[in-house]
């Protein structure tokens, strides 16, 4: 089992940047793969980009591509989600989310994560 908490929302003006983190608890976080996803009110939770638990493969959404980059640092129990280029509609809830072996692909839905941390706000002002 593993507990997950983000940090590193905020607001920030079109353009501008965020990171994000994922700090893991629990054993063998190595062994889980991490998804971000982002809900934004009365809409799924749409995942946005994935790494493998190994972090050799990643997974990107069409809409972020080239602007978001995942990665991770197993001996600190974290991934990140590096965002530039901010634009107003990446506003949202953002969560990562995690499996333990689950293959990376975007298109994976939110119910087969087993693992959620508890989510935190990204605001871009126009």
């Known amino acids: 089992q593993v507990q997950l908490v983000e940090s590193g929302g905020g607001l920030v003006q079109a353009g501008g940047s965020l990171r994000l983190s994922c700090a893991a608890s629990?054993?063998?976080?190595?062994?889980?793969?991490v998804g971000w996803f982002r809900q934004v009110p009365g809409e799924e939770r749409d995942l946005v980009a994935v790494?493998?638990?190994?972090?050799?493969?990643?997974g990107y959404t069409d809409s972020v591509k080239g602007r978001f980059t995942i990665s991770r640092d197993n001996a600190k129990n974290t991934v990140y989600l590096q965002m530039n280029s901010l634009k107003s509609e990446d506003t949202a809830v953002y969560y990562c989310?995690?499996?333990?072996?689950?293959?990376?692909?975007?298109?994976?839905?939110?119910?087969?994560?087993?693992?959620w941390g508890q989510g935190t706000q990204v605001t871009v002002s126009s």
């Open positions: 629990g054993r063998s976080f190595s062994t889980y793969t």
């Open positions: 790494i493998s638990w190994s972090g050799d493969r990643t």
């Open positions: 989310a995690a499996d333990r072996y689950r293959t990376p692909r975007i298109g994976l839905s939110g119910n087969e994560f087993p693992y």
